[in-house]
């Protein structure tokens, strides 16, 4: 499991018991001879709290300056994603988590799969750095409820 991954099940779980809601949030295991279609899955019986979560970490020191759709997912991510989200009704986010180095605090962008949708059918490379931080910080604004709307 990467660190980001499960910082991200940690701190949803714990928004979880704090605000007294009936959700779960965990890690899908991934298997050498499958497909994973999304790195955590939040359960609930309330529909805002029933979500599929694809994470992404980004070191900003080694030069990248976007989040590209051909380096970043694998060959048809996106679209096993979307087809899960719609057989499953879940609500789907990308979480991309931005690395500035040793000292330097983290960000976590939370993204609306419809955006991820918008840009990758509209045939664009992806998020550039600057435009993933207009996307609320996992840590400031941890409510889910807000992250799709």
């Not at 040793?102 to 991820?116: A, L, N, T």
Request: proline content about 3%; aromatic content about 12%; glycine content about 6%.
């Amino acid at each position: 499991m990467s660190r980001f991954e499960g910082e991200l099940v940690h701190i949803l779980n714990s928004f979880f018991k704090r605000n007294g809601i009936r959700a779960v949030a965990y890690r899908v295991r991934q298997s050498m001879f499958t497909s994973q279609v999304v790195d955590v899955l939040v359960d609930s019986n309330l529909k805002e709290y029933y979500l599929a979560i694809e994470c992404k970490s980004i070191s900003l020191n080694s030069g990248v300056k976007a989040l590209y759709f051909s380096q970043h997912f694998t060959k048809n991510q996106i679209e096993r994603m979307e087809e899960f989200l719609k057989l499953s009704g879940r609500k789907g986010v990308l979480m991309v988590e931005l690395r500035w180095g040793k000292g330097r605090p983290r960000r976590i962008c939370v993204v609306p799969w419809k955006d991820v949708m918008k840009k990758f059918l509209s045939g664009q490379v992806g998020f550039c750095i600057e435009e993933l931080q207009t996307y609320p910080d996992l840590k400031k604004d941890v409510h889910p409820g807000m992250w799709y709307e």
